[in-house]
């Protein structure tokens, strides 16, 4: 398996709506990443998880909370969003240390 | 600060040759890496350079001088799907840093 698996793969939510994007991988990577792209912008990297800590966050509003229950899983849990969050909401993951990332197909989020 | 600089936007002919600029200036060095992005879909990873010098691919090639702070990306014998915007990004530690994109048109 050399897939990173994101679902859903489209969400549409309210601003008082609570969504959760899940994002898994079976390579074995211990590093698990969250970034956002807004349209033709390049991604802007949101969250990084290592060995299942967080290790760095971009200064990211509370209102997206990551999770990461297990070394093949990251979540990404969300209240309270606003219009300008809509966004290609993508997952990627990479052996530590070494190489590129494998991106998921993303969650194109629209906040209405 | 990161900053990462490539052509906004290309265009070339099905079957020549293109050539894709990045230059970077960022606080640390990892590796240099190119990835491919179809609208609405996700990144695709094409090449990395960590050393000076030319790695090839098949179709692509990536070339980097780390003393010049320069990258390309060298896609020959174009196709049309090769359509798609191509992104310089610089890896530190466990962060990219990605530039705007190079968004190629390939003619018939």
């Known amino acids: 398996d050399t897939e990173v698996t994101q679902t859903p793969k489209h969400l549409v939510m309210g601003m008082t709506n609570k969504k959760s994007l899940k994002c898994e991988q079976h390579m074995g990577h211990r590093a698990m990443y969250w970034y956002k792209q807004k349209a033709k912008k390049p991604p802007e990297l949101m969250f990084v998880y290592s060995y299942e800590k967080l290790s760095i966050n971009e200064s990211v509003p509370s209102r997206f909370s990551p999770e990461c229950p297990n070394s093949s899983l990251l979540n990404l849990h969300l209240h309270a969003l606003q219009p300008e969050d809509s966004a290609l909401y993508l997952c990627?993951?990479?052996?530590?240390?070494?190489?590129?990332?494998?991106f998921g197909s993303g969650t194109r989020l629209t906040v209405v | 600060g990161q900053n990462i600089d490539q052509p906004t936007e290309m265009t070339a002919t099905e079957g020549a040759i293109v050539q894709i600029n990045c230059t970077y200036q960022?606080?640390?060095?990892?590796?240099l890496f190119w990835y491919q992005q179809h609208a609405g879909e996700a990144p695709t990873f094409l090449s990395y350079?960590?050393?000076?010098g030319l790695e090839e691919k098949g179709r692509f090639s990536s070339f980097l001088s780390r003393s010049k702070g320069y990258s390309y990306l060298l896609l020959k014998e174009l196709q049309m799907k090769d359509s798609a915007s191509y992104l310089c990004?610089?890896?530190?530690?466990?962060?990219?840093?990605f530039g705007s994109g190079t968004k190629l048109n390939v003619k018939p």
């Open positions: 350079n960590v050393l000076d």
């Open positions: 960022t606080s640390g060095f990892n590796g």
């Open positions: 990627a993951s990479s052996q530590a240390g070494t190489l590129g990332y494998t």
């Open positions: 990004a610089v890896r530190h530690f466990n962060k990219f840093y």
